[in-house]
């Protein structure tokens, strides 16, 4: 690992366990993105509901040299319920966002030429 990555727990108790996955999605990032230079996740307790159970806001950015990426998922609905289910889609969004980039850092991205107006 050769980047910072910084993760915060507001209105919560830190769990190892989630800190644990965290560090595990960021590490995969590396894997499509080596030069990444640090990673910055923020873990929010919205609120508790007795009812609906509670919610979290999962915020988290990437920066490469030259550029920098930002994702952000919160629970609410039934398939963010759980704070682990957030994060992974977090950095499943981040992952796409990186990739596109880097295909057009590369020339990977086929550019259509116009046709001639008349």
Do not use: W
Not at 12 to 21: F, G, I, V
Not at 48 to 76: C, D, I, K, M, W
Not at 104 to 118: L, T
């Amino acid at each position: 690992m050769s980047f910072l990555i910084e993760v915060s727990f507001l209105d919560m108790r830190p769990s190892k366990a989630l800190y644990e996955d965290i560090s595990r999605h960021a590490l995969q990032l590396e894997h499509f993105a080596p030069t990444l230079t640090d990673c910055r996740i923020t873990v929010r307790h919205t609120e508790a509901r007795h009812r609906t159970g509670n919610h979290y806001r999962v915020l988290a950015r990437v920066s490469l040299p030259g550029a920098q990426f930002e994702a952000r998922r919160e629970t609410g609905n039934d398939t963010h319920a759980d704070v682990h289910v957030a994060v992974r889609d977090t950095f499943a969004a981040l992952r796409r966002q990186l990739q596109d980039f880097l295909q057009v850092r590369r020339g990977e991205v086929k550019h259509h030429e116009r046709p001639d107006a008349r």
